[in-house]
């Protein structure tokens, strides 16, 4: 009765723990190349997170997020996730965010608009009306671990040691099991879409707007991409874009906080990208440069593909 995960069910722990050890294996693959494959087998092999019947999620009758989100007002989604997903027309958005008043052609519309990470906002009341906020009540459980990040990872496994048909097959499903996690339709059409790319950042308050979207990349897989972070003179297929979970309390909310500030992005962590967030390089649009990726835009991240709350260069 004390197990609020799990409810004692031994046989989850342990697939939660192996998960834990895939994720920091893999995060070890630009340090330690032999010993990320090494553990990361070692997991896959004493059983992970497949379904979302496995999530690790802690109950809770009083979850405290909605404090920062609801009460406070604190955090609002973040700019870089929202273009991604506008530019996608993601069907998750309506399970995941509010809506705000928009202004499209003359018309005022109801949509999605994240802030960008690291302005300063003058009227903190104008911010939290302007931009979305996380669907978040009291009674949702914390979420530590998702089965759509974790078959991610086993996909991005693949990619680097195993089979780029295992790999294509892994990051699809991921997609499907993230769409199934948010009660969203539509899974196999987002991932046959291979022509739509994120969407250039339109500030509704009009002050931080930027005319060049983050990437060009595309959902569907596509074998004869070529991935640019291999060592020089190798090339491997991989997908247009690796994206599908979206933020948790975890890895941080899909928000950001007003001013400044230091920390995990929560926006984009389901896709380490795409979706709650990117754990594989998006397809075209990273580069590495001195031991750190850098996409092609002003807008960073890490070399694990995951956006930071650093203040955006000048633009």
């Not at 009765?1 to 069910?9: L, Q």
């Not at 087998?41 to 004493?46: K, P, R």
């Not at 991989?238 to 230091?262: A, Y």
């Given at each position: 009765?004390?197990?609020?995960?799990?409810?004692?069910?031994i046989?989850?722990?342990?697939?939660?723990?192996?998960?834990?050890?895939?994720?920091?294996?893999?995060?070890?693959t630009y340090v330690d190349e032999e010993t990320a494959r090494t553990?990361?087998?070692?997991?896959?092999?004493?059983?992970?997170i497949t379904s979302n019947a496995d999530n690790a999620r802690m109950q809770t009758s009083d979850n405290r997020m909605t404090l920062i989100y609801n009460d406070w007002g604190d955090?609002?989604?973040?700019?870089?996730?929202?273009?991604?997903?506008?530019?996608?027309?993601?069907p998750r958005r309506e399970k995941m965010f509010t809506t705000v008043r928009l202004v499209e052609n003359g018309q005022e519309v109801q949509g999605y608009a994240g802030i960008r990470i690291g302005i300063s906002v003058t009227s903190k009341a104008t911010a939290v009306s302007a931009y979305s906020n996380m669907l978040i009540t009291g009674t949702d459980p914390y979420l530590w671990m998702n089965a759509a990040e974790v078959t991610f990872l086993r996909a991005e496994y693949e990619l680097r040691w195993g089979s780029t048909e295992n790999a294509r097959t892994l990051y699809e499903d991921a997609i499907r099991l993230s769409f199934e996690e948010r009660g969203a339709s539509g899974a196999d059409a987002y991932i046959a879409d291979a022509t739509s790319t994120p969407a250039a950042y339109t500030d509704p308050i009009g002050k931080h707007s930027v005319s060049?979207?983050?990437?060009?990349?595309?959902?569907?897989?596509?074998?004869?991409?070529?991935?640019?972070?291999?060592?020089?003179?190798?090339?491997?297929?991989?997908?247009?874009?690796?994206?599908?979970?979206?933020?948790?309390?975890?890895?941080?909310?899909?928000?950001?906080?007003?001013?400044?500030?230091?920390?995990?992005?929560?926006?984009?962590?389901?896709?380490?990208?795409?979706?709650?967030?990117?754990?594989?390089?998006?397809?075209?649009?990273?580069?590495?440069r001195s031991g750190h990726g850098a996409c092609r835009t002003r807008w960073r991240s890490t070399p694990r593909i995951r956006r930071t709350s650093r203040r955006p260069s000048p633009i």
């Open positions: 009765r004390y197990d609020g995960v799990y409810a004692g069910n046989a989850q722990w342990l697939k939660f723990a192996n998960s834990l050890k895939l994720r920091m294996a893999m995060r070890l553990k990361a087998a070692e997991a896959i092999a004493g059983g992970i955090h609002r989604v973040g700019a870089d996730l929202i273009s991604y997903m506008n530019g996608y027309n993601d060049t979207p983050q990437s060009s990349v595309t959902i569907a897989w596509d074998d004869k991409a070529t991935d640019i972070e291999t060592k020089p003179g190798t090339t491997r297929p991989r997908t247009s874009r690796r994206t599908s979970r979206r933020s948790s309390p975890r890895s941080g909310s899909p928000s950001s906080r007003w001013g400044p500030r230091r920390g995990p992005n929560t926006a984009a962590r389901a896709i380490r990208g795409c979706c709650r967030w990117l754990r594989m390089p998006a397809a075209g649009r990273w580069i590495r």
